[in-house]
């Protein structure tokens, strides 16, 4: 089922609100969803954690992308950090912006375009990012099991020291 991503926050914000007790996870075959599932979710629900398993950081704002695809833009609409200068993108004036960097995990991270580091270290804290990249995933053993348990343990610590209530 293919929905524009303001339906999309309709029907995932009235599903949490509906069931506030339970765990909730939306999953999509392509990342732009993530402005939709992730705004749905953080308009009901407070601290909400963003795990982002990814080869790409898909922080490109209108003003940094090379493609001017979506594709690469999703976090852009959802981090409070890019809100001030980043121009809004046309059919995403209902997004406003409800997480900040230190909300954000990656996982995956491989591929870092010119504007996604520049979005990185001129307008939010890269000190507080918390990623695992490929290349760590890679070291750790060649077998993933014991990178994916790395990966999980670095999500949950950064989870527990956030003060997250929600782990989207």
Not at 42 to 47: T, V
Not at 61 to 76: Q, R, V, W, Y
Not at 118 to 139: A, D, G, H, Y
């Amino acid at each position: 089922m293919h929905l524009p991503n303001d339906v999309l926050v309709f029907q995932v914000s009235n599903l949490i609100a509906e069931d506030k007790d339970s765990v909730h996870l939306t999953v999509g075959g392509d990342h732009s969803v993530a402005a939709g599932s992730v705004h749905g979710h953080a308009s009901i629900r407070d601290n909400v954690g963003l795990i982002w398993v990814d080869a790409h950081a898909d922080i490109n704002t209108a003003e940094t992308t090379p493609s001017g695809n979506m594709h690469g833009m999703p976090l852009s609409l959802l981090l409070r950090e890019l809100g001030d200068s980043s121009a809004p993108l046309p059919g995403f004036e209902w997004c406003s912006r409800r997480l900040t960097s230190k909300d954000l995990v990656y996982i995956g991270l491989r591929d870092i375009d010119h504007g996604e580091y520049r979005v990185n270290q001129c307008r939010l804290n890269p000190s507080k990012l918390v990623f695992l990249s490929t290349i760590q995933i890679q070291e750790e053993e060649l077998n993933c099991h014991p990178a994916l348990s790395k990966a999980v343990r670095e999500a949950c610590r950064a989870y527990y020291h956030s003060g997250w209530s929600q782990l989207y």
